[in-house]
């Protein structure tokens, strides 16, 4: 829809299909890494996440019952992602780029 309405495609199929051609051939990592670089990320951290710094304290959030995830409130999980540090309230705040949250399990 973002590339219909920015006149990138003339529909919403073909903004699908052209979406799914960057993501294959590699042009969207090629433009996050771009990204990174810009903000002065280090390429290092997204290319070898595993040697990123790990939190200082983790937990693992389990389910007492199976079934299925039908939606996930981004709000909330973002409000709990500035309670852990992973994000801030106001532009004076730090934030601790080792917190996170990682979803194992995806809604369907």
């Known amino acids: 829809q973002m590339l219909v309405q920015a006149k990138k495609a003339a529909t ?10 960057h993501l294959l051939s590699g ?7 771009e990204m990174v670089q810009a903000q002065g990320g280090s390429l290092r951290c997204i290319e070898s996440p595993e040697d990123y710094p790990k939190a200082k304290y983790s937990a693992k959030v389990i389910s007492p019952k199976k079934g299925f995830i039908t939606s996930i409130d981004a709000l909330e999980i973002g409000l709990v992602g500035v309670l852990i540090g992973a994000g801030r309230k106001s532009i004076d705040e730090s934030v601790d780029f080792s917190a996170g949250i990682w979803f194992h399990i995806r809604p369907g």
Do not use: H, T
């Open 12 to 21: 919403l199929q073909e903004g699908i299909a052209m979406a799914q051609d």
């Open 27 to 33: 042009k969207c990592w090629k433009k996050f890494r």
